[in-house]
């Protein structure tokens, strides 16, 4: 018996618990059919999350702080302006910020079935939204919820006429007169609620019914977005074409769309969180079956790249990723092919023009060869230096101290085909060559302006654009890794240290020294004085600067981002 009496209140107890957290499912309000799904987190699991990490410490240094401080002056004066109104209990507002640990949930839905009609009367189509707070088991968002009936109901100023609306056993509060109908925000099933539709009346018993909920997962991230792409970009698709046929479009802007792959989208999801003292933030889309236009250039099932490899050892600016020219090609002739009377010859016409001219099948004998990878290294104190002595005349003043490289399937035929084409232009004679690192670096000049080096090896073609040293040193580094590196080699240090702490199954990697980044756009305005004439940007200018510095000290100059892809999606996540 004394058994049973200590077990019954324990399995009660577990019940409660069970029963509480189906209670506080932040997706409770939230259609199944909702184009777009939002959860923020509450400034205090903000405040825990990202307590540990270094970027916090940006907030606590010498540019921020003030600011903030500053900020914050500003936000408790208007504190107390409220709270000497008497209109509204600011104790409850300053304990939501401080203290409430729930989320806040946006969800949209649209009646895609409406867009015909929609667009015919020049209207948006018929769409509802869902705001809501979940229960965190200590705020009272039943108090938050009648303080701000109350503030809304007792307006004065631009006050908008309120009607009952009931829905089962709730009585709603309902601001009816515009196009979109809006309920003052009430207290359901512990959540802080507020409905906005088109059709509010028709809609409210569905949006707060329990059938055909969304079916996402909410994890430990304060921020995570997800958006259902097919309805939304076929609706855009519409709607710019209405818009564009108006005008006399001389081509079929739908299929343009198609052809750069904007109708094969299907949907992405953003999130934002920290692991250890990293921020990390992830970006994912994916696209449906049939061709996928341009995204078919990044969206490539392969493995790591073996390019990376390739990285020189004191690199701290460099990315190899996915990447396929031959679908660029694809795109451009789709379009090419559609633009109909717009071009002045068919693509086949200039694909042989082009063979004529040059004794080469640009798609057969100079694009099959390239592989699907791409290398890019770079220099970020001499893009600062290039920035500071800035000609608005060289187009390639902000590729200083930049290499780029693509992957070769073959490059003896690459190789082959590409000098037939410089010397059917005449582009040899001025060339000059030298031998380096088991390879040939040619330098030459393309239209009197533009200064190159390239390199063709049996499995990299290289290019370093404009004048600078920077470039070519950079160039010279990526041979010098080529020919240091052997089958299967490791990575070299500057790749090592920075993909040790990321999930697994990259097929691409990049470092961004944030730090020069800031400092690249500081020293721009220095550059152009016409840009501080932007309002605002006296006050901006200092403000990067130091920030730049604050970067430096705190460890926080250089991010990582790894790449994820298959056929048909391409993530990309950034650890900072």
């Not at 004066?77 to 709270?83: G, I, T, Y």
């Not at 196009?179 to 207290?187: A, D, E, I, K, N």
């Not at 081509?251 to 299907?266: E, I, N, Y």
């Amino acid at each position: 018996m004394r058994m049973l009496s200590t077990l019954v209140p324990s399995v009660w107890a577990l019940c409660v618990s069970l029963a509480a957290q189906e209670a506080v499912a932040p997706f409770r309000f939230v259609p199944g059919d909702s184009c777009v799904v939002v959860r923020v987190a509450a400034p205090a699991k903000w405040k825990k999350q990202f307590a540990k990490t270094n970027v916090v410490k940006l907030f606590d240094g010498e540019t921020l702080a003030p600011l903030i401080a500053q900020a914050g002056m500003m936000f408790d004066a208007s504190l107390e302006q409220l709270r000497g109104s008497g209109k509204f209990d600011v104790d409850l507002l300053q304990s939501l910020l401080k203290d409430y640990t729930g989320d806040i949930v946006f969800s949209l839905q649209i009646d895609f079935s409406d867009a015909d009609a929609a667009l015919k009367a020049d209207r948006p189509p018929a769409m509802s939204m869902v705001f809501a707070l979940t229960p965190d088991g200590s705020y009272d968002l039943g108090a938050l919820a009648t303080a701000l009936s109350n503030l809304i109901e007792n307006e004065e100023q631009n006050r908008r006429p309120l009607k009952d609306l009931t829905v089962g056993d709730l009585r709603l509060r309902v601001a009816a007169d515009g196009p979109m109908q809006g309920s003052v925000p009430f207290l359901h099933e512990g959540h802080l609620v507020m409905l906005m539709a088109s059709d509010l009346e028709k809609e409210a018993a569905r949006l707060l019914g329990t059938a055909d909920r969304y079916e996402g997962q909410a994890d430990a991230r304060p921020l995570s977005a997800h958006a259902k792409l097919d309805g939304l970009v076929d609706l855009l698709m519409k709607a710019v074409t209405a818009r564009m046929e108006e005008g006399g479009a001389p081509f079929d802007v739908k299929q343009m769309l198609q052809d750069l792959g904007v109708g094969s989208m299907k949907s992405m999801s953003v999130a934002l969180g920290a692991e250890d003292k990293h921020l990390v933030g992830e970006l994912k889309f994916t696209v449906g079956e049939g061709e996928r236009g341009m995204f078919g250039a990044l969206m490539l099932d392969q493995a790591r790249p073996k390019l990376l490899r390739l990285v020189p050892a004191n690199s701290e600016s460099f990315s190899v990723s996915a990447f396929d020219a031959g679908a660029v090609f694809q795109v451009v002739r789709s379009i090419w092919e559609h633009m109909g009377e717009m071009v002045p010859i068919t693509f086949e016409k200039a694909m042989e023009a082009f063979t004529e001219t040059t004794k080469v099948k640009l798609q057969e004998e100079l694009l099959a060869h390239l592989g699907t990878e791409m290398l890019a290294v770079g220099d970020a104190d001499a893009q600062l230096d290039a920035a500071a002595l800035a000609d608005s005349e060289d187009p390639t003043a902000m590729l200083a101290g930049s290499c780029f490289g693509l992957a070769l399937r073959n490059g003896k035929a690459f190789e082959e085909s590409l000098e037939k084409v410089l010397r059917s232009r005449g582009l040899h004679a001025g060339r000059k060559s030298e031998d380096y690192a088991d390879a040939k670096v040619h330098r030459m000049t393309l239209g009197g302006m533009l200064e190159l080096e390239y390199v063709v090896t049996d499995d990299l073609l290289l290019i370093a654009l404009g004048k600078d040293e920077a470039s070519r040193r950079n160039l010279r580094a990526v041979l010098d890794a080529r020919a240091k590196q052997g089958e299967g080699g490791e990575f070299v240090p500057a790749v090592a240290t920075h993909i040790a702490a990321v999930p697994a199954g990259w097929s691409g990697v990049g470092i961004t020294p944030v730090s020069q980044g800031l400092e690249g756009a500081s020293a721009m305005f220095d550059v152009m004085p016409e840009m501080r004439m932007i309002p605002g940007m006296q006050q901006i200018l200092p403000v990067l600067k130091g920030l730049a510095g604050d970067l430096k000290r705190f460890g926080l100059q250089h991010a990582v981002g790894t790449t994820y892809t298959s056929a048909r999606s391409f993530e990309y996540r950034a650890r900072w």
